[in-house]
């Protein structure tokens, strides 16, 4: 099942004169699948994708208490290799995140490389 948490994003922090629109209205977080408590997101795009849904979308759904581990499925070199150009890969998703270190806000996530 595809999950949406909506999102009421803070005003707080804007200087007093400011007016923010509301462009923001309806926005909101999506993970691809949740089925028992594990989400699972299927990225083939960007770098930057890939580190926000484990780093902080994974997080954000374990705070709403709709998930408690995580599933990132991306492509192995092989396979992005055969894609358009600056899509990243498993190998050096999973080298970046070893080099990063755990911290305390983490939850397990398997990163599950594939190719063709």
């Not at 400011?18 to 770098?47: L, M, N, S, T, W």
């Not at 092989?78 to 995140?97: C, H, I, P, R």
Request: with cysteine.
């Amino acid at each position: 099942k595809n999950y949406k948490v909506p999102c009421k994003y803070p005003t707080k922090f804007y200087t007093s004169d400011y007016e923010a629109p509301d462009a923001a209205r309806g926005a909101f977080r999506e993970i691809d699948f949740v089925k028992h408590r594990v989400g699972v997101e299927v990225q083939f795009g960007k770098y930057a994708f890939m580190v926000y849904n484990v780093c902080a979308k994974m997080t954000i759904f374990h705070n709403q208490d709709i998930i408690d581990v995580g599933i990132e499925i991306v492509p192995l070199k092989e396979l992005a290799n055969e894609m358009s150009t600056g899509v990243s890969y498993f190998e050096q998703f999973v080298w970046d995140l070893e080099h990063r270190g755990v911290a305390d806000i983490d939850i397990p996530v398997l990163i599950l490389g594939i190719t063709i």
